[in-house]
């Protein structure tokens, strides 16, 4: 039976983390079929810090009869906070074996530790449909957010109502990035909603400019669906591409956006993040943690953790202070986490989580930092549409924006 699992035991942890170099494996649709304890003890060499590779693998041991390893795969992920639901909590003792139903009973974490540090700074109104992504400027001094649903985006001056923009030829719209200088502010339009294509609209990277009466446009390659964006501190802009796994980057007035990663190495990459220094770009891999891209080379590797951490499951990811900001909302529980990295950027060498559980959260989503917080979306309603129409029966609802203070360490 599959269930929504746990992880690695704790008897192969050493080996199965223990690496010279953070290499990346390459991976793909069929990487997401491996099944067998053998190959997923494997992926989970590989990928010591997925949560995801985890539950995997112990929905593997479970089948194969393996409690010593099961069980070990709970404390694992124990560690790490992850809570089942209520079915996955009565099956795993049964399935586990008498000699380890009650030590397994032990290790399911039966509710997560709340952990509510926000307050609300804004919202959107339910004509704004589908609400994936927001900016708001140093000082909060108005904001923007796109529109999945709607094709436009929406934008306030503070405190002033929210006032929708249509986009002429815009897809769905997602990602938000501004020019480190404030000169062009990017988004991506791809139908990113699986709705039909439409080869009158435009995919790729609308460049917007003064009061959005002088667009630019910088086109994606045949068959990618940009997403999640990110500027370097020398304006080149970053795109993802979450459905067919590639990298792409541009500079203002190109025509076309180029591979900087192409398919067949990350497997659903979303959130984006520069370094300071703008060597390094870092990426997540929904399913399998954080990838680093050196920008000289296009090399891929690993972000290795220090500590303890799911690195999986990012979706908004943001550099602040020496931290990665982690929207997860692929974890059980969903939550808010700051990762510290070392000095040369290469490692994680602290966790805090900053927020967890929210209750008054649906999904949160993107969003982006100024002064010392982040601003996100803390509602985001993707249950409720389908190929970027409302679901019969149900209704949109206002996007609650939250404000995350990031201080401390």
Known sequence: MKLLAAALLLGLAAPLGAQDVAAWRAVDAATGQIADVAGLEQLARDFPDSASVRLRLLNAQLEAGEGEGALASLRWLAARGHVFGERARAQIPALIGPAHAETARGLLIRAPEVRAAS?????????????????????????????????????????????????????????????????????????????????????????????????????????????????????????????????????????KLAFLVGPGTLRSPQGLAVSEDGARLYVSDFRYGLAVVDLASGAVTRLASDVPAALDGVDGLWLHKGELIAVQNGTSPMRISAFRLSDDGTRIIGHRVLEQAHPEWTEPLGGSIADDALYYIATGQWDRYDKGSLRDGVEALPTVIRRLPLAGR
């Open 119 to 255: 307050t609300i700074s804004d919202d959107i109104p339910a004509s704004a449909g589908l609400v994936e992504a927001l900016f708001v400027p140093p000082g909060n001094e108005g904001a923007m957010a796109t529109s999945v649903s709607n094709k436009s985006i929406f934008v306030n001056g503070a405190g002033a109502e929210w006032v929708e923009v249509p986009i002429p030829r815009a897809h769905a719209l997602s990602g938000i990035a501004s020019a480190p200088d404030g000169s062009i502010g990017w988004i991506a339009s791809a139908p990113i909603d699986n709705s039909p294509a439409d080869p009158a609209r435009f995919t790729g990277l609308i460049g917007l400019t003064g009061d959005f009466d002088a667009l630019e446009f910088i086109a994606a390659p045949s068959g990618v669906l940009v997403s999640d964006l990110a500027a370097g501190p020398d304006g080149r802009i970053f795109a993802s591409d979450p459905q067919g796994g590639a990298i792409l980057h541009a500079r203002r007035g190109a025509e």
